[in-house]
């Protein structure tokens, strides 16, 4: 029996064959590489149009969380959230840039766990070897060492942020060796929180326990020499008619003796009440007479802007990064010199402040505040990153 005849338009011959099988083979390669040409740009406009992952690494940082650095993670988290960004934790998941804040260990391997992963790293410099003098026991002696170790740290960053002209021209001296960009970004204050409030002036006294009128200067930091508190405490010595509130809390493994001493010996008009929640700190501020800081040395001094932002009238030592920034008689009341004699100008300038005889700056202070304000932190936290040219990276 004969097959019967087949029109050729519809002759097929079986896939097995050998050009068959190629001519499959080099379709699929073509389709595949033209979806990959069609799909990249698609995935790179998503990656374009997706908030940044910014790693603000927990870790050691955790030790620093009643600490000024600790507010200025804070401050950076809500400035990232402001620019629409995203704050991711873990270094374990997908991030597209890192803010390292900390001089702790774990700081140089987070630096090189991001380099491996070729996601850039932003370094602040909220340390300098000045600052660093006059905190803990022993910390004189192994300054210059500390200086060595936060330089390396600084120098593990593809840029560095710093939060003052005056911290920026203490780290491009050459013992830093930094080659990086240094930019310039304040810590800021939130002015939104930390405003005026007439009516806390009552409920501060209330908590502790004076009459409507009492007066009450406060202060706020970690209890160490270079935060001022020995001659904070020699001023509530010689001012017994005013109340001294210093909040703040130190390991007391951390306190040197004469810190120790000095607490101990506080006459009955100082407070020391630790670490307290914001809402208690606020109306502290809002509530003090003055506002007592008699630090040695700063990058910026987040607290003193917390103040200036509540309308809180600042008394300061004259130290250079506030010279220029919050000069005397215009933002703050200014105090020079050192000992006995400097004891005895702060209780001048505190009496004369309580008693009405100086003019009022807080307006003056409130505009220094709202000049740093979180939402300007922000706006400059994204220049940064356009000028580093940081972006989302598409995995």
Known sequence: MTAPDVPMSFRTRLP????????????????AALRTVRGRPTRERAAANRPLRVLIPRGLARLATQSGIGEAIRHQEHAVRALGHQVVTSPWGPFDVVHLNTPFPDTPLLARWARL?????????????????????????IAPLFRRWIAWIYRMGDAVVTPTDYARS??????????????????????????????????????????????????????????GILDWVEVARRMPEVTFVW???????????????AISSAPENCRFPGYVAPAVLRRAYTGADAFCFLSKEETEGIVLLEALACGTPAVVRDIPIYRDWLPDGVVTRMVRGTGDAFVADVVTRLRDLLDGRLADLTPQGRAAAEAVDLRRVA???GEIYRTEGIRTIGR
Do not use: C
């Not at 304040?186 to 005026?196: A, E, K, L």
């Not at 007066?215 to 270079?226: A, E, F, K, L, N």
């Not at 909040?247 to 001493?261: F, K, N, Q, S």
């Open 16 to 31: 097995g064959t050998l050009p068959d099988r190629l001519s499959i083979r080099a379709r699929g390669l073509a389709d």
């Open 117 to 141: 992963r070729r996601r850039p790293v932003l370094v602040w410099a909220h340390s300098t070897e000045e600052d660093f003098r006059d905190s803990f026991t022993g910390a004189n002696r």
């Open 170 to 227: 203490l780290i491009v001296r050459p013992q830093y060796g930094l080659r990086r960009n240094i930019h310039v970004l304040s810590n800021g204050v939130d002015t939104t929180v930390f405003r005026p409030d007439p009516a806390a002036r009552g409920p501060l006294r209330e908590d502790l326990g004076l009459a409507p009128e009492a007066p009450v200067v406060m202060s706020v930091g970690i209890q160490m020499v270079r935060k």
């Open 247 to 261: 909040y703040g809390h130190t390991d007391p493994r951390m306190i040197t003796r004469d810190v120790e001493a």
């Open 379 to 381: 706006e400059r936290l």
